[in-house]
C-alpha cells in the first residue's frame, strides 16, 4: 500500500511512503481522525540520516503484523524532527516524564487532543532485555486506554500542565566577567585530559560549548579553560572523528573518538568551520569547508541537512562502510544518501562560516557560495505571504513554520555575509529578519491550537537554543551600529535564562558566549579601501577583533545611509583604517604596522 507520506517534502518521510502503517503527517487531518475514532494518536519521530530509525522502520513499521495493530488501535502519525523542531522539542519533553533514554526515533502516545499519555524511543520486534517488544508496548498502551482511560488522561494532563509551569523563567542579572570565568572553568573540570574533549562515551564535538571557551573574555580571564577548546578540537581533527575528505561525523560512541556515529551534520560542520577558524586551524578548516562545498551543497546553492550514515555495498545496507574506505577506492561506490532539505537556520550557519572563513582565508569561492545559498534560502523558503518557512526541498517550500532560531540564525549569517562583501544590503536584510525574532513568532499552529506546552528547554545543544540565537543575531547587530535597542534585546534573553546558564554552563554555551560579548567592551575594525587585498586590509584581517570590515569608500556611506553607524563619517576616507571600542576611535591609521594585532 502507498499511504499519505508519499507527496511530502521530507526525505524521512518519502522513505515511510511504502510501509504498510496507515501513516498520516504532522497536520490536523491526524487529529480530526484521532477524534472521529476516538483513539490515541502513534506519533513516531525520527530524521532521515538517524540509524535506529532506519532500524525500527525495518524490524517494525515494514512489518505487515505489526501495522496492522497500529492501523487498528491508533491513528499513526510521522514527524521529521528537522522539519518540525517545535513538534520534536513539546514531544521530548513530555516523554522526559516517561524515560530517561531519550533519542531517537522517539515513539509518543497520546490522548487525540495530542497530549502524551506514554512514550520511548525504540522498540524492537521481539523483547530484549531490558527492553519489551514493540507489539507488547501497542497491547499494553491500547488496554491503558480502553480500560484505564480516565488514568491515562489524568497522568496526561498532568505531564501538559507541568511543562507550562516549567516554561516560565525567572529574569536575574547579567554575569559579570568573574561569573563567566566561573562558569568556563566548570566546563573545564569536564576535560578528557588523555584523549581531549569532555566527559566519556558517547562523544560529541559541543561545538556550542567550545565557541564560549574561545570567546575574548574566557581567553583573558580563564585561559586555562580557554586551551580546552583548541585541545579539544585538535584531538578530534586527528582522530576518526574526522572523514578523510574533511568533514565530521556526528559523535564517537567510544572515549578515544573511535567507532564514530557516522552521519555528518550540517550544523556540526558549519560551526566547527568557525572553531577551526578561530583556533587558527587553517587545515581543518579548510577540510570542513570542502566538505560542505562538495558533499552538502545542493542545486541552486543551498546546503542540505545531513548526509547518511548507511549505504549500499554489494546489496547490502552498510553503516559506516563506505567512510571505512580509503577515499581511492569510494569513485566506484555510491555514496551515503544527502537529506537535501535546505533547513533555513541551518543555512544561515552555514552562510556565517563560509562567509567569514572565505574572506579571512582569501578563498572567494566560499564567499560567492554563502552568497548562493543565502540568496536561495531568501528566495525560496517562503510560504505565499511571504514569511520565512522551517526549510524545502528541491526547490519547493515546506509548510512548517520557521522558528526563531530559524530566523536570527539566518539574520547573523547575513550580516556576516555584509561584513566580507561589503554589500550593506545584506544587512538590511538581516535587520528586518531580526526584527521579527525579536518581536516574537507563534510556534507551530497545531500545538498552540490545541494546548500542547511548548518545550520548556532552552539549552544549547547541538546549536544555539531560540533565546541563544536571537540573542546573538541582536548582539552582533549592536555591533555593527544599528543601535543600542538591539544591544538590549540581547541582554534581555540572556537575563532571563543567565541564572540557570550559569548553573549549567556546558548546557548553554552559546547564550554565555553573548554574555560574555555584553561584558566586554567590542571591537570594531573598519578598512575604507580601494584595494581590499591591499598590506592594510590583509593587517585588519589578522587583528583580534569581533568585527572586521573591509569596504570602500562607497560601501562604507552605503553602509551610514543605511543606519549602521559605525561606519558614519568614514565613506570620504581613503586607504584608511579605524580601531574603534564600542564606536569610539582611535586616530586612523595607514600603515599596517601601526594597527595592532591583539585587543
Aim: hydrophobic fraction near 45%; include cysteine; aromatic fraction near 8%.
Amino acid at each position: 500500500m502507498t499511504n499519505r507520506l508519499a507527496d511530502t517534502l521530507s526525505p524521512y518521510l518519502r522513505a515511510h511512503a511504502d510501509n504498510p502503517v496507515d501513516w498520516y503527517p504532522w497536520g490536523p487531518e491526524a487529529f480530526a481522525e484521532a477524534q472521529r475514532r476516538d483513539v490515541p494518536l502513534l506519533i513516531s519521530i525520527g530524521y532521515s540520516t538517524c540509524h535506529w530509525c532506519h532500524v525500527m522502520a525495518r524490524e517494525s513499521f515494514a512489518d505487515p503484523a505489526t501495522a496492522a495493530l497500529i492501523d487498528r488501535d491508533f491513528v499513526a502519525v510521522k514527524v521529521d524532527r528537522e522539519e518540525h523542531p517545535d513538534v520534536d522539542g513539546a514531544y521530548m519533553a513530555a516523554a522526559s516524564a516517561f524515560t530517561q533514554n531519550l533519542g531517537w526515533p522517539l515513539t509518543v502516545f497520546t490522548t487525540p487532543r495530542g497530549r502524551t499519555f506514554y512514550a520511548g524511543t525504540y522498540w524492537p520486534p521481539e523483547a530484549r532485555q531490558p527492553m519489551p517488544a514493540f507489539r507488547d508496548v501497542l497491547a499494553a498502551v491500547n488496554e491503558a486506554w480502553t480500560v484505564r482511560r480516565a488514568q491515562a488522561e489524568e497522568s496526561a494532563d498532568a505531564v501538559t500542565d507541568a511543562l507550562s509551569r516549567a516554561a516560565a523563567s525567572t529574569p536575574s542579572d547579567l554575569p559579570d566577567a568573574s561569573a563567566l570565568a566561573a562558569a568556563a572553568d566548570t566546563i573545564a573540570q569536564r576535560e578528557d585530559t588523555l584523549f581531549g574533549g569532555f566527559g566519556g562515551a558517547p562523544k560529541f564535538p559541543v561545538a556550542t560549548t567550545l565557541g564560549l571557551l574561545q570567546s575574548a573574555l574566557v581567553r583573558r580571564e580563564a585561559p586555562d579553560a580557554a586551551g580546552a577548546a583548541g585541545r579539544a578540537l585538535a584531538a578530534m581533527a586527528a582522530s576518526d572523528l574526522r572523514d578523510a575528505d574533511g568533514g565530521f561525523f556526528r559523535y564517537a560512541t567510544q572515549r578515544d573518538w573511535t567507532i564514530p556515529h557516522y552521519e555528518r551534520m550540517l550544523t556540526d560542520n558549519a560551526q566547527l568551520l568557525e572553531i577551526a577558524l578561530d583556533a587558527g586551524e587553517e587545515a581543518t578548516a579548510r577540510g570542513v569547508a570542502g566538505f560542505l562545498l562538495n558533499a552538502l551543497r545542493r542545486e541552486g546553492g543551498g546546503f542540505g541537512a545531513a548526509q547518511d550514515s548507511e549505504s549500499w555495498i554489494d546489496g547490502q545496507r552498510s553503516e559506516g562502510g563506505y567512510y571505512l574506505r580509503p577515499v581511492s577506492e569510494r569513485a566506484g561506490l555510491v555514496p551515503p544518501a544527502v537529506d537535501g532539505k535546505v533547513i533555513t537556520g541551518w543555512n544561515g550557519l552555514a552562510v556565517a562560516a563560509l562567509a567569514r572563513a572565505g574572506a579571512e582565508l582569501g578563498e572567494s569561492s566560499w564567499v560567492q557560495a554563502a552568497v548562493d545559498a543565502a540568496a536561495f534560502v531568501l528566495r525560496v523558503n517562503r510560504d505565499s505571504t511571504g514569511a520565512l518557512v522551517r526549510a524545502s526541498l528541491d526547490g519547493v517550500a515546506s509548510g512548517a513554520v520557521a522558528t526563531a532560531a530559524d530566523v536570527a540564525l539566518l539574520a547573523d549569517g547575513l550580516f556576516a555575509l555584509a561584513v566580507a562583501t561589503g554589500e550593506a544590503a545584506w544587512a538590511v536584510e538581516a535587520r528586518a529578519l531580526l526584527d521579527t525574532a525579536i518581536e516574537g513568532l507563534d510556534g507551530d499552529p497545531l500545538l498552540a491550537a490545541h494546548g500542547i506546552a511548548a518545550s520548556p528547554d532552552q539549552t544549547d545543544g547541538d546549536l544555539p537554543s531560540d533565546a541563544a540565537a536571537v540573542a546573538a543575531a541582536a548582539l552582533t547587530a549592536w555591533r555593527l551600529g544599528a543601535g543600542d535597542r538591539y544591544r538590549e534585546a540581547a541582554a534581555g534573553r540572556v537575563r532571563e535564562h543567565a541564572a540557570q546558564a550559569v548553573s549549567q554552563p556546558f548546557a548553554h554555551g552559546s547564550l554565555l558566549r553573548v554574555a560574555a560579548g555584553l561584558v566586554d567592551a567590542p571591537r570594531q575594525l573598519v578598512v575604507v579601501t580601494q584595494t581590499p587585498d591591499g598590506a592594510l586590509a590583509s593587517a585588519a584581517r589578522a587583528a583580534d577583533a569581533d568585527v572586521i570590515a573591509i569596504v570602500t569608500p562607497a560601501q562604507a556611506g552605503a553602509f551610514a545611509d543605511a543606519g549602521f553607524e559605525l561606519f558614519e563619517g568614514k565613506g570620504d576616507a581613503g586607504e584608511l583604517a579605524f580601531d574603534c571600542r564600542s564606536f569610539v576611535c582611535r586616530l586612523p591609521v595607514s600603515d599596517p604596522a601601526e594597527l595592532p594585532l591583539s585587543r
